[in-house]
């Protein structure tokens, strides 16, 4: 059946309609909130690697970036060497930092929460 009064569900229920736009929302905020939470996490969360040697051990920011960079007495004696270990080791580092915030978002990234 057509409406022939020529209103909208809204204007024979408002009420209706204020409820269902209260609702929507209170999830828009929740999922602010969750958005927010997630942030703080991915920022916050910092990875380091130690390379197989125990020479140089590699941290990486929350924003992915190099922190620190430790090298041991026993790294320093590695002077051939160091240069590639040092590197090797940041990749390891970064590719570890990414797997983790990649468990951290998977939720957001399907619109979920």
Do not use: C, Y
Request: proline letters at 3%; zero cysteines; charged letters at 25%.
């Amino acid at each position: 059946m057509s409406d022939t009064s020529g209103g909208s569900d809204a204007m024979r229920d408002p009420q209706a309609t204020l409820d269902k736009l209260e609702s929507m929302q209170t999830k828009m905020r929740q999922r602010l909130d969750d958005l927010e939470a997630a942030k703080a996490e991915l920022t916050s969360t910092k990875t380091s690697i130690t390379d197989d040697s125990g020479a140089v051990t590699v941290t990486v920011s929350g924003r992915g970036e190099i922190d620190d960079i430790v090298i041991t007495p026993t790294g320093l004696k590695m002077r051939e060497s160091l240069g590639r270990i040092v590197t090797q080791t940041i990749e390891q580092a970064q590719n570890q930092h990414s797997t983790q915030t990649q468990n951290i978002r998977p939720g957001f990234m399907r619109g979920g929460g």
